[in-house]
């Protein structure tokens, strides 16, 4: 009985020295392991969908979060985060307004983040956003061709406004011309019709539609005024 023991122990030994580990020959610190759900690893940013709000800057309260300048107009600024200063503690992934997904996760799986204190591992343990080429020029052509149509479209706007105002006051203008030739056939008529009667017209009336009274002849100037009238006689 105590020799079977001894061989069955003497194998199973043998057997754990020999077997080489899964870890064996790889280098697991830089690959996600399985975390808990409120894990909080080494930042990932997603510089596409990111604002550029700055709101992940402002609540950080160890000043980690530095914004890098990109060459655009809108959206212009992604954070970078510092690790070595980092307490992550969540709150610039907490304050991201972007959905469904947010721009800035700690979700990393990284457990050599630990500085030797001195400045050179510091500036190794950032999170740089690193663009490609490619986008940024697309994102350029795209503001472009934004500012071109932007321009286009504010030239329709006031050619449409000046060809607008142009047509009223055309109207405006024709307008009158009817009115005055209208006023020049009525006077017309009147003439006419004054010289078929053996008359002469009475050119001391204003025109019809101007609302001025015609001048008092001396009779009615007589009637109005007998006083005036009885001195002159």
């Known amino acids: 009985m105590f020799v079977a023991d001894f061989i069955d122990k003497v194998l199973r030994v043998s057997k754990a020295l020999t077997r080489?580990?899964?870890?064996?020959?790889?280098?697991?610190?830089?690959?996600?392991?399985?975390?808990?759900?409120?894990?909080?690893?080494?930042?990932r940013i997603d510089y596409e969908t990111c604002i550029g709000c700055d709101s992940c800057n402002k609540i950080c309260p160890v000043h980690a979060i530095t914004m890098k300048k990109l060459p655009f107009k809108k959206k212009n600024i992604v954070p970078e985060v510092n690790l070595s200063v980092c307490i992550f503690c969540g709150l610039c992934e907490d304050v991201c307004p972007t959905k469904p997904e947010k721009s800035i996760v700690l979700s990393g799986g990284r457990y050599d983040m630990i500085s030797g204190g001195w400045h050179e591992d510091q500036e190794e343990f950032w999170v740089h956003v690193n663009i490609p080429e490619e986008y940024i020029k697309s994102r350029l052509e795209e503001e472009e061709a934004a500012r071109v149509a932007k321009e286009m479209k504010k030239k329709q706007m006031e050619a449409k406004?000046?060809?607008?105002?142009?047509?009223?006051?055309?109207?405006?203008?024709?307008?009158?011309?009817?009115?005055?030739?209208?006023?020049?056939?009525?006077?017309g008529k009147e003439a006419q019709s004054a010289e078929a009667a053996g008359g002469l017209p009475d050119f001391s009336a204003p025109p019809p539609g101007t609302g001025e009274e015609p001048p008092a002849s001396p009779a009615q100037s007589k009637i109005q005024n007998p006083e005036k009238g009885e001195k002159d006689g």
């Open 161 to 187: 406004k000046k060809a607008e105002a142009e047509a009223k006051q055309k109207a405006g203008s024709e307008k009158l011309k009817a009115e005055s030739g209208k006023r020049k056939t009525e006077h």
């Open 20 to 43: 080489k580990s899964p870890a064996y020959g790889h280098d697991y610190r830089h690959e996600t392991a399985h975390h808990p759900a409120r894990y909080r690893g080494q930042h």
